[in-house]
């Protein structure tokens, strides 16, 4: 067993049974609830903005070659520099070397999954730069020295007291433990950063084609002021955030808000198309756009899980997933958790390491009934099963499938499986849940129907 | 007309109760029932492992045993899904590939047949109990299943059907409930809470296999609350 | 080669293999549409009404349900004690703003210190400045929010950085909904835009402590539209 499932299965049974864990997510995630629902019905139809969207991903990611270089074109032309990385080191080092050229010291970021995804804050903190995460969730994990517990509410995992704690220890400054006063601590400590800060630092929810833009999504007002402040504005953003036209904004705005927040809309979406404009009187000099690959295209080349480039990262396959409320985001050891993160994280980073993930699943369904832009998340599961199973049989799985096989197919065999069965119930019931238990599995927590002496067959043969 | 009926592998070793009453039931409707001996189980355990060579292997005779029937009705959702939604793709480019679409297109969850093909709701059932339903998320989603118990149900005299507050996984999830134990005993507790919430005496559900799950952990943790099919229900007089 | 070319020429190799169309469940077919998917949102996204006062009085409840403070006054002159009662209040002793029939008319009449961003301005000095007085582009009934730009709102920081921001905007600039305000700002800007448009819908917030709501997170505690 490769330690990546060995440390999965360790923390997920740890967490599955925490049942404070459990009770926290569950509060956390029942006020989401209940906007999103109210959200969604507020649509004249959620299930045609879904299709509709789903078919503008489709023509995104289908024509991805020809939106990128009108993209970047557009971009170039009103003076953003535009880079291209195939790999988070590429990513990692033109980043340093801008901040390098700049002469930075201080860098302040809002949040960008991406980020997360090349491990970018522990390199440039290795070369000396200091940098600051302004998203108040964001901040909080980075004070505790730990990845996002969730791709949308990094913090959800904390109670109001331990992020009490936290501040008084970290910052010395923790009047109580009201969101409200914890809020205001953060915004007094982020205000000064701000005014100081040699470069602001985003990520980008969708990149415009047709007008050359990169559209920010969020609430705090911390991307706008990352985006004002600084001189040297640096975005960081997968190539498969392309939509081709501004007007798609009109659906995939909302549509991301209420799938992610159950808000109409977040607060601020702010489309950017260049640095400071002659004429302008604020914003930054330079704008650096990076493009990543990180093995996006190997995805885009598995046209069966294409679709799993449709998503905009609104974490609402995460909300649902009965499998992700049990063991928490960190449990998966990946940027991306939950359904989405179980599909592309084999493609990203090697299928027989991350199977596993496709493994945890129950393949309910809840979310790919969720996801704003359709992607065929829990039949992706499934394949990226199919595929691990195909390249790498495991020996005693295929052969207990092969003799089960046998039996499944010869009445006889059947039926003595069955007798077998029954027979054995009374010795199985002696030795329930212990390490002589071949079930035990399952019997540790679960008890095992009793198997009647007459099975339906028989009942249909004795009747006849 | 005659029902090819199938009962799947743990119905007919645990749950015979369930599949005699299906029987009984559509034929009270008139209808001939008949359920080929051959086939066991529609392939579902390695299909969701990802051994789909194997998969294969059990379900080509279900599919050739099943391929003159005039309507094949199927006493699990789960199982249902199986091959009404995924035997065309297990099949994609093989030579069954056809058959396999005609099959499904001819199969029936029960409770979908009984109310959609035969129209019929009312089975002059009685059962004097607070009950509430558990939807089987292959019924549910992939089939698309959840008007159709409800309709039955609410024709059962003396019945008191009381929904769950959220819909969600049981947590057996098949071989899931053994190569991730824990985290399907924690999804089965929480399944188990939510109905304790709803104060009902039965859990009811089309697929036998939840109940299974669901079962094992009341009984093991001495909780009063019991579950049934819905056949059962539907048969009860 | 450039990484660039090795980047579009994986893409291209890639699409070379189509991939089924969306809810198609493994058919694959050419896709045939000649206008765009998201065409028609309109029709999809939450109803607005059909006349301007039905229009009016959903943005003002889109409004207060954001916690924002929406204010349609019934004249021009209006704006002057209303603006003045509102400094008073919250003890406003310096203004920031930017040139602009509505917003030089706010700011006449309260009479105070007024930093504007026009021509360049010192940020510290911004950050003291009380509220921030902006016009906008649009109204959006169906969201209860603002669109502005860096040039319709005295560039990018003028409306997040001081504590209180107050929009003046105009009874025409009400548009429906999302749909309407893109094609207002394609149409009043294309090809070319102001360097940043954004949708402000609402005070700042968040919810990053137990999913509860506080507004203020870093951009402004209060929004204030005034409609004249």
Redo the contacts between chains.
């Keep these: 067993m490769s330690t990546f499932v060995s440390d999965f299965?360790t923390r997920?049974?740890e967490k599955?049974?925490d049942l404070r864990h459990?009770s926290v997510i569950r509060?956390?995630?029942r006020?989401?609830e209940i906007v999103r629902d109210k959200r969604k019905a507020?649509?004249?139809?959620?299930e045609?903005?879904r299709?509709?969207?789903?078919?503008?991903?489709?023509?995104a990611?289908?024509?991805?070659?020809k939106h990128?270089?009108a993209l970047?074109s557009k971009l170039e032309a009103?003076g953003t520099k535009v880079?291209?990385?195939?790999t988070g080191a590429?990513a990692r080092e033109i980043i340093a070397q801008i901040l390098r050229d700049k002469k930075a010291r201080s860098i302040i970021k809002s949040k960008a999954m991406t980020s997360e995804e090349i491990h970018l804050n522990h390199a440039l903190e290795k070369e000396g730069f200091t940098v600051v995460e302004?998203?108040?969730?964001e901040f909080?994990v980075q004070l505790r020295h730990e990845p996002p517990y969730h791709i949308v509410?990094?913090?959800?995992h904390?109670?109001?007291g331990e992020?009490k704690d936290l501040f008084q220890k970290e910052l010395g400054d923790a009047p109580s433990d009201s969101?409200?006063e914890?809020?205001?601590v953060?915004?007094r400590v982020?205000?000064q950063k701000y005014?100081t800060a040699d470069v602001g630092f985003t990520g980008g929810n969708f990149a415009i084609a047709e007008?050359g833009?990169i559209s920010i999504t969020e609430?705090?007002?911390?991307a706008?002021?990352t985006?004002?402040?600084p001189k040297t504005m640096v975005t960081l953003m997968g190539?498969e955030k392309v939509l081709?036209?501004?007007?798609?904004?009109?659906?995939?705005?909302?549509m991301l808000a209420t799938a992610g927040?159950g808000?109409?809309?977040?607060?601020?979406?702010?489309?950017?198309?260049?640095?400071?404009?002659p004429?302008?009187?604020?914003?930054p000099e330079e704008w650096h756009v990076i493009?990543l690959?990180n093995r996006r295209?190997?995805l885009?080349?598995d046209?069966?899980q294409?679709?799993s480039l449709?998503c905009i990262r609104c974490g609402a396959c995460l909300n649902v997933c009965?499998?992700f409320?049990?063991?928490g985001g960190h449990t998966y050891g990946t940027t991306y958790s939950g359904p989405v993160g179980a599909v592309i994280t084999p493609h990203l980073r090697g299928l027989q390491d991350w199977k596993h993930l496709s493994?945890?699943?129950?393949?309910?369904?809840?979310c790919?009934?969720a996801c704003p832009?359709?992607i065929?998340l829990h039949h992706h599961l499934?394949q990226?099963?199919?595929?691990?199973?195909?390249s790498e049989?495991a020996f005693f799985?295929?052969l207990a499938?092969?003799i089960?096989?046998l039996?499944?197919?010869e009445?006889v065999f059947?039926s003595l499986a069955?007798k077998l069965?029954w027979l054995t119930q009374p010795l199985q019931r002696a030795v329930k849940g212990s390490a002589l238990d071949p079930a035990k599995?399952?019997t540790?927590?679960?008890?095992?129907?009793p198997?009647?002496r007459?099975?339906?067959?028989?009942?249909?043969?004795n009747r006849k | 007309m005659t029902v090819t009926l199938f009962?799947p592998?743990f119905?007919?070793?645990?749950?015979?109760r369930a599949?005699?009453s299906m029987?009984e039931i559509l034929e009270r409707l008139g209808h001939t029932v008949v359920?080929p001996?051959?086939i066991?189980?529609c392939g579902q355990?390695?299909?969701?492992?990802?051994?789909?060579a194997?998969?294969r292997?059990?379900a080509t005779?279900v599919l050739e045993k099943l391929a003159d029937a005039e309507a094949v009705v199927i006493g699990s959702g789960s199982c249902g899904a199986m091959v009404k939604k995924f035997y065309p793709e297990l099949f994609k480019d093989t030579p069954h590939a056809e058959l396999a679409k005609q099959v499904a297109a001819r199969t029936w969850e029960f409770s979908d047949f009984l109310v959609s093909k035969l129209g019929v709701t009312d089975l002059g059932a009685k059962f004097p109990h607070k009950v509430t339903f558990h939807d089987g998320?292959?019924g549910?989603?992939?089939l698309g299943i959840h008007k159709q118990p409800r309709a039955l149900l609410t024709k059962v005299q003396g019945l008191e059907l009381i929904e769950l507050t959220e819909?969600?996984?049981c947590?057996?999830?098949?071989t899931?409930?053994?190569?991730?134990?824990?985290?399907?005993?924690?999804?089965?507790e929480?399944k188990c809470a939510a109905a304790a919430e709803t104060g009902a005496e039965y859990i009811v559900s089309s697929d036998s296999s939840c109940l299974?799950?669901i079962?094992?952990?009341l009984?093991?943790q001495g909780k009063p609350t019991k579950t049934i099919s819905l056949a059962e229900v539907l048969n009860h007089r | 080669m450039?990484?660039?070319e090795?980047?579009?020429g994986?893409?291209?190799?890639?699409?070379q293999?189509?991939?089924?169309?969306?809810?198609a469940?493994?058919e694959?077919s050419a896709?045939t549409?000649t206008e765009?998917?998201?065409?028609?949102?309109r029709?999809?996204?939450?109803?607005v009404g059909a006349s301007v006062e039905e229009q009016f009085a959903l943005f003002a409840k889109?409004a207060a349900?954001l916690k924002a403070d929406f204010q349609l006054l019934a004249s021009r002159d209006e704006l002057p004690v209303a603006l003045k009662k509102m400094a008073a209040a919250e003890k406003w002793s310096r203004v920031a703003s930017?040139e602009g029939e509505l917003s030089n008319f706010a700011c006449k009449a309260l009479g105070l210190p007024v930093l504007l961003?026009?021509?360049?301005?010192d940020?510290?000095a911004m950050?003291k400045c009380d509220v921030g007085i902006t016009e906008c582009d649009a109204l959006v009934a169906?969201?209860?929010?603002v669109a502005v730009t860096?040039?319709s709102a005295?560039?990018?920081?003028l409306?997040?950085?001081p504590p209180h921001h107050v929009v003046v905007a105009s009874r025409e600039q009400l548009v429906a909904?999302?749909?309407a305000?893109?094609?207002l700002?394609?149409q009043k800007y294309?090809?070319d835009?102001?360097?940043?448009?954004?949708?402000?819908?609402?005070?700042?917030?968040?919810?990053?402590?137990?999913?509860?709501l506080?507004l203020?997170?870093?951009?402004?505690k209060q929004l204030t539209i005034f409609c004249i």
């Design positions: 299965k997920a049974t599955a049974g459990r509060t956390a995630l006020s989401y507020a649509f004249q139809s959620w045609s903005a299709q509709a969207a789903a078919e503008t991903k489709w023509e990611i289908n024509h991805l070659d990128l270089v970047t009103r880079h291209w990385a195939s590429q302004s998203d108040l969730g909080i509410f990094p913090s959800m904390l109670t109001r992020i969101p409200e914890l809020t205001m953060a915004r982020m205000r005014l007008t833009m609430n705090e007002g911390n706008r002021l985006a004002a402040l190539i081709p036209r501004f007007s798609d904004l009109a659906l995939f705005l909302p927040a808000q109409p809309m977040t607060c601020y979406n702010t489309m950017y198309s260049g640095p400071r404009q004429g302008e009187c604020d914003g493009l690959d295209t190997e885009l080349a046209a069966e294409r679709d449709h009965p499998i409320r049990n063991v493994n945890a699943s129950s393949l309910c369904g809840a790919t009934e832009v359709k065929d499934l990226n099963r199919r595929n691990a199973s195909a049989p799985e295929r499938y092969q089960f096989g039996v499944a197919n009445p059947w069955k069965g599995a399952w540790k927590t679960r008890d095992l129907p198997q009647p007459e099975s339906f067959k028989d009942w249909w043969r | 009962i592998c119905m007919d070793a645990l749950y015979p599949g005699i029987v359920c001996e051959e066991a189980c355990p390695p299909f969701n492992s990802g051994y789909w194997e998969a292997t059990i005779p998320c292959h549910l989603r992939e819909v969600s996984c947590g057996f999830g098949g899931f409930s053994a190569k991730f134990p824990m985290i399907s005993t924690a999804m089965g929480v299974m799950h079962q094992g952990l009984s093991r | 450039s990484e660039r090795n980047i579009l994986r893409i291209r190799e890639a699409l293999v189509s991939a089924p169309l969306p809810g469940h493994g694959t896709h549409h765009s998917p998201a065409s028609h949102a029709e999809w996204l939450p109803s889109n349900d930017h961003t026009d021509k360049g301005y940020v510290q950050e169906q969201t209860g929010g860096s040039r005295g560039g990018r920081a409306s997040v950085l909904d999302l749909p305000a893109f094609a700002l394609q294309a090809p835009f102001p360097s940043m448009i954004s949708f402000i819908t609402g005070p700042s917030r968040t919810g990053d402590i137990e999913r509860i506080v203020g997170a870093h951009g402004p």
